[in-house]
Structures are given as C-alpha cells and as structure tokens.
C-alpha cells in the first residue's frame, strides 16, 4: 500500500516531516512524482490552454435548457486559475507512478471531479491493467451534478472499474 497524497498546506515542511518520520504505509506527494520537464509541459499546455479557449461543440442541455454559458464559463475560470495545469500536473504524476510501481489497484474517493478524471487518466495511460476503485461516502441527492452524464460524456469521461458507497443511494 502507497497513499499518493496532495499536500495542501507548508508543502516543503510537510515533505521534510515525511521524510524525518517515514510513516508506514509510505505517503508519496504528488510533486514527488513530478520531474522538471514534466512541470515545463504542464506549464506550456496551460498557456495554450489560456491563449487558445476549448470551444463547445454540439449543443450543452441539462434537461432541456442550455447551459453552454456555464461550461464555456467553468473552462474560462479553469484556464485562468490554474486549476488545469494543477490538474494536468496531478495526472503526469499519477502517470510517472504507475509507470515506476506496479500498481495492481487503485483506491481513490469518487465524486467525479476534475481532479480525479486527470488522476484516472494518467494512470490508465500507464497502467491499462490497474483496477480503478472509486468510493463514495456521503448521500446523493439530485443536486450532485457532476455525477450526471451525458452519453456522449459517459463514452470519453475517465470512470472507475469498480465502486463503492457507504452513504445513502439516490434513486432518481
């Protein structure tokens, strides 16, 4: 078991801590699996990113009402944030892992997000033979959006194999 774990607050303290203590099961930052060249990529796509704007193809509905305002909106604010070079970042690094360790299984919290889509890809680009397992332990309720997909979506959005919930299951 490895925990593959995003260091939000004093990072640079927080990798020295790890270090000094060498915790079991092994906690590896994600910045950790990240080479130099690899942060120039980031860094070059987030910049084509921000220059160059995704267009939305095809109509946006979400029962019947169009909200391409929202998604063009959603993928303005990413670029501009640096969400998605944080995102892409999180995904070279799963990447490098799954290239470096064999991973047969990968546990993650499911809740369909940015975050985890780039993790999945990453790993799955690595590793076609990892086991993604997602868990989900809240209660799903209509208003959970992001775990609403489209067809066309469901086809190209990275998912696990397998998941599991510990909270109450929404049935609409």
């Excluded at 060498?22 to 910045?31: A, C, L, N, S």
Aim: glycine fraction near 6%; include cysteine; aromatic fraction near 10%.
């Amino acid at each position: 078991t490895i925990i593959f774990a995003i260091i939000v607050v004093q990072p640079v303290r927080a990798i020295w801590r790890l270090r000094r203590i060498r915790p079991q099961p092994p906690v590896i930052p994600v910045e950790a699996c990240l080479s130099g060249w690899d942060l120039l990529a980031c860094g070059m796509r987030g910049l084509v990113q921000w220059v160059v704007r995704p267009r939305v193809q095809g109509p946006v509905t979400l029962e019947g009402l169009d909200v391409s305002v929202l998604i063009r909106q959603a993928l303005r604010e990413s670029a501009c944030s640096g969400s998605f070079v944080r995102h892409l970042g999180w995904s070279y690094a799963a990447r490098r892992l799954a290239a470096t360790v064999p991973v047969r299984q990968w546990f993650y919290p499911f809740e369909n997000r940015a975050l985890e889509k780039a993790v999945l890809w990453g790993v799955r680009e690595a590793s076609p033979s990892t086991e993604l397992i997602g868990w989900q332990n809240s209660a799903l309720t209509p208003s959970h959006l992001n775990f609403f997909l489209g067809s066309a979506e469901a086809r190209v959005t990275p998912l696990p194999d397998a998941m599991f919930a510990t909270g109450v299951i929404s049935k609409t």
